[in-house]
C-alpha cells in the first residue's frame, strides 16, 4: 500500500527572485519501508518534506498521504514529523512540551503519562525531564524532537535529518529504534547527509538535486548498476558529480 504518493510536485518560494524549489518530483514511499531521501544542500528535501506533512500548501502536482490530501486531518493523527530544526518553546521542560503533543492527539492522560516515561528513557533524557530546554544542547534538543515525533505512535514517521548532532552512541540508538519501528510495521522517510548509515538502514532511496529527481529505487538494485563493491557513497558521487 502506499503511504506516500507524490506525482510531478514543483513548490516554488515567492520572493523577489521566485525560486523554484522543487521541479516535478516523484516519488512513491510503500507500507514497510525505511526510505532515505538524498541530496546535496539545497536541494529540496526540506522543501518536499514540508509539502507532505501539508506545511506548504500551495503546489503544482500530485501529493497524497494514506491515499489523501495533505489537508486531511485523519492522516495527521498518524504521522510523526521531526523538524530539520528543532526550535520549540524553550521554556518549557521535554516533559511538558510532550505534554503538550500528547494533548494535541488527544491522547488521554493517564496513557500520555505512561508514553512520555517510555519516549524521555528511549532517548536517554529522563535525568533532565524537567529541565528547561533553553539549557539543552544541540544533541539534546534533537533527542526531544524524536521522542515527540513518536508520542502518537505514528503509522509513518517523517524525519528530516533526525540523527543530525547526535553523538555516535545515541546514533546508533535512533537507528535501531528506526529498525525496531519498521520490524513493527511503521513506515519511515527520512532525509540525511549521512550515506553509510542510510546504506546500513533503508531499503529504498531516492537522489535529488535543484529539485529534480535523478534517481529512486531499491538500494541494491541501484548499488550493482555500478559494479558488485560499489557503495552508496561511490554512487551518490558518481549521480551528483556527474
Ligand atoms: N522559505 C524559503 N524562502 C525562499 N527560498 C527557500 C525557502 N526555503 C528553502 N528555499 C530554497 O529552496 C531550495 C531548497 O531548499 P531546502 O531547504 O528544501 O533544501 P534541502 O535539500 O533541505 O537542503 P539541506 O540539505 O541544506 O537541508 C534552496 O534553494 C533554498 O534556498
Ligand atoms: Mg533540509
Not at 17 to 26: E, I
Not at 74 to 99: D, Q, R
Request: hydrophobic letters at 40%; charged letters at 25%.
Amino acid at each position: 500500500m502506499k503511504y506516500i504518493e507524490i506525482e510531478n510536485l514543483s513548490v516554488s518560494y515567492a520572493g523577489k527572485h521566485m525560486k523554484k524549489a522543487l521541479r516535478g518530483l516523484n516519488l512513491t514511499v510503500d507500507k514497510g519501508h525505511i526510505y532515505g531521501f538524498l541530496g546535496p544542500n539545497g536541494a529540496g528535501k526540506t522543501t518536499a518534506i514540508k509539502t507532505m506533512i501539508g506545511l506548504i500548501p500551495e503546489y503544482e502536482g500530485k501529493v497524497l498521504i494514506f491515499g489523501k490530501t495533505t489537508t486531511d486531518l485523519s492522516s495527521k493523527y498518524k504521522i510523526g514529523f521531526m523538524p530539520e530544526i528543532a526550535n520549540y518553546y524553550w521554556y518549557l521542560t521535554p516533559k511538558e512540551l510532550l505534554n503538550m503533543y500528547a494533548q494535541i492527539f488527544n491522547i488521554d492522560r493517564k496513557q500520555a503519562a505512561a508514553k512520555i516515561e517510555e519516549l524521555l528513557d528511549l532517548v536517554d533524557l529522563k535525568d533532565v525531564a524537567n529541565s528547561l530546554m533553553k539549557t539543552f544542547s544541540k544533541g539534546m534538543m534533537q533527542k526531544v524532537s524524536f521522542a515527540q515525533a513518536l508520542i502518537n505512535d505514528p503509522e509513518l514517521l517523517i524525519l528530516d535529518e533526525p540523527t543530525s548532532g547526535l553523538d555516535p552512541i545515541s546514533r546508533i540508538k535512533m537507528r535501531d529504534v528506526i529498525k525496531g519501528l519498521q520490524q513493527k510495521g511503521k513506515t519511515i522517510l527520512f532525509s540525511s547527509h549521512e550515506l553509510s548509515e542510510v546504506e546500513t538502514i533503508c531499503d529504498e532511496v531516492a537522489i535529488i538535486k535543484e529539485g529534480v529527481l535523478l534517481r529512486s529505487g531499491k538500494l541494491a538494485p541501484l548499488l550493482a548498476e555500478k559494479g558488485s563493491s560499489s557503495t552508496l557513497e561511490r554512487y551518490f558521487l558518481d549521480i551528483i558529480g556527474g
